[in-house]
């Protein structure tokens, strides 16, 4: 199967059919995934409201600032359907943790794995909210990390403070934080609530918008450094007032 580059490809001898029903329940489906067995989540005909359908099309932003070997810790927050989980997991690494708050993504991304056939030891699943500590608990208990990727859910969770300043006790020495989030478009240092989740358009889980030096600072005061911006994307048709920012943070070495 012919895919473009940065599409999901699982590896399964499970007949289309089967794989059909068995996917069917968690619908719909915003990302891609394909198998190599010949069927494609496209054939649900899921209306799609993410800007690119391929599920790992943001690896070309940071895969180049993110070193990875097989004693890499890496961890997923918002991990969706797994898809970077089972990404990296594929490229060597030590293991991988993915926290998802949503009962059918997490549902949907447990029977990939099982589909996959990856282990249970070295791929972790955890259902919950992490900015709750009972879900950091749980979290801590793999780590510490070398990679935490956090991609474009900090918009969404209530406590987002408490997200972020958690990261830093889950890194290992030199360890880096790949954030992406919807920005103000401003110099200056903002934070604003949008109680009833208007803060951007089609997405009422966007309750939190913040300027980039305001998560500058916030993450400099708990100890990371942001050593790159690897996108900064405006585009008022799309974006509107706002822009997408996808930035590494990186924790001292001592």
Known sequence: MELPEYSWLIESELDPVALRSVLDSY???????????GFSTREFGDALIMPNSIPLAKLHYFESQVAVDATTRILDIGCNLGFYCQYFIRAGVHSAVG?????????AAMLLRTIA?????????????????????????????????FLGVVNGIPSFTAALLALPALLRPGGVVVLEYTAIASADRLCRFHPNGEGFRDDPSHIWTFSEPFIDDVLAMAGLTKTARVLDWENPAVLGEYKKITSIYRKSET
Not at 99 to 107: K, Q
Not at 122 to 138: E, K, P, W
């Open 99 to 107: 926290v998802e708050f949503s009962d059918r993504l997490h549902g």
């Open 27 to 37: 619908r719909p489906y915003r990302h891609e995934v394909n198998f190599s067995s």
């Open 117 to 149: 056939g990856l282990s249970y030891q070295n791929y972790v699943l955890i259902h919950g909210d992490f900015a709750d500590m009972t879900t950091q608990h749980a979290v801590e208990k793999h780590g510490p990390y070398d990679v935490i990727l």
